[in-house]
């Protein structure tokens, strides 16, 4: 335990040096968007796009892996609404509620921090995580969250809003583009390379650093009160009982033959146990959900999860 934490304390300490820069001061406020342009359009794609040249096509088109944690994200997305949507908990809260409780920091957080404890190889199944988390588990959520006829556009503008956001993100391009290049084994010109890693190699440290800065300015952002059992059960759910699932699908998975190795589904089990994704909380302010109960949710999660997936990295490894 005393080696995993060795390994993964830096990690968590960038996200505690960026919540502290903006909590203090240090990071004005106005500065954190242009920390989360550089990472989400720069840093990150070349990252994700040098993971997806190097890794086989067939790893990053894996149908069993695709398929186990799917069928995970999605019964973690209706078991939590379902859990949730009462009372002063609508459709929209209850939605986004069940987004951070199935979709981990794998892109800010995941890909660097599992490469470092597990090596190159993992990347190709988060990379898979990451397609599916953004094309149907975000976009299943926006769906659900139209349900009550919260905000002043149905279901199929919420869609439509989302498709949008997603083909003007960078990342699956680049995943993309990085999957291309595998299949094709092609090579970028030497300085052009060597552009892409300089920003890859930035990805990593600023986007945890950005993670803790986001966390602070939500937190300094809240005014309204949120129960505490409104985000705490939440939080312990993205913690503990997603990764618990994924491990239960995925051993299901093998024991009846499905070509799923061990090796991709502990992959799978210690991106599920990571904490919620950060940009969660933007999306629930863009669709008028209660982005307070949110940011708790987040910030519990990623508090928690320094000891929490240390330990399942520790039993998993």
């Not at 209850?94 to 979709?103: E, Q």
């Not at 999660?301 to 997936?309: C, D, E, N, V, Y």
Request: proline share 6%; glycine share 8%.
């Amino acid at each position: 335990m005393l080696s995993v934490l060795l390994i993964t304390f830096p990690f968590f300490a960038l996200v505690l040096c960026g919540y502290l820069a903006a909590r203090r001061g240090v990071l004005p406020q106005p500065a954190i968007p242009g920390l989360n342009a550089f990472v989400l359009y720069f840093a990150l794609p070349c990252m994700l796009y040098r993971f997806g040249a190097s890794t086989p096509i067939g790893q990053l088109l894996d149908p069993a892996v695709a398929g186990v944690y799917m069928l995970c994200a999605l019964a973690m997305v209706f078991a939590t609404v379902a859990l949730t949507r009462k009372g002063h908990i609508g459709w929209n809260d209850a939605a986004f509620g069940a987004l951070v409780a199935a979709f981990p920091n794998t892109g800010f957080m995941g890909v660097p921090l599992l490469v470092a404890l597990l090596g190159a190889q993992s990347a190709g199944p988060a990379i898979v995580t990451i397609v599916v988390d953004m094309v149907v588990t975000s976009s299943l959520c926006i769906a659900l969250s139209r349900l009550d006829g919260a905000g002043t556009h149905g279901v199929g503008v919420a869609l439509k809003s989302a498709f949008k956001g997603m083909a003007t993100n960078p990342m699956p391009w680049s995943i993309a583009l990085g999957a291309l290049a595998s299949a094709l084994h092609f090579q970028l010109p030497g300085p052009v390379d060597k552009t892409i890693a300089m920003l890859a190699d930035a990805a990593s440290p600023v986007a945890l650093f950005t993670i803790g800065a986001v966390l602070a300015r939500s937190q300094m952002n809240q005014h309204e009160q949120v129960a505490v059992r409104d985000y705490v059960p939440v939080a312990l759910a993205k913690l503990l009982v997603h990764p618990l699932l994924v491990w239960g699908a995925g051993t299901a998975a093998i024991a009846v033959g499905v070509p799923l190795t061990p090796f991709a589904l502990t992959v799978l089990v210690l991106l599920a146990a990571l904490p919620s994704a950060s940009n969660v909380s933007l999306l629930a302010e863009k669709f008028g959900a209660n982005n307070g109960r949110v940011a708790r949710i987040i910030l519990v999660s990623t508090a928690l999860a320094f000891l929490s997936f240390s330990a399942a990295v520790a039993l998993l490894t």
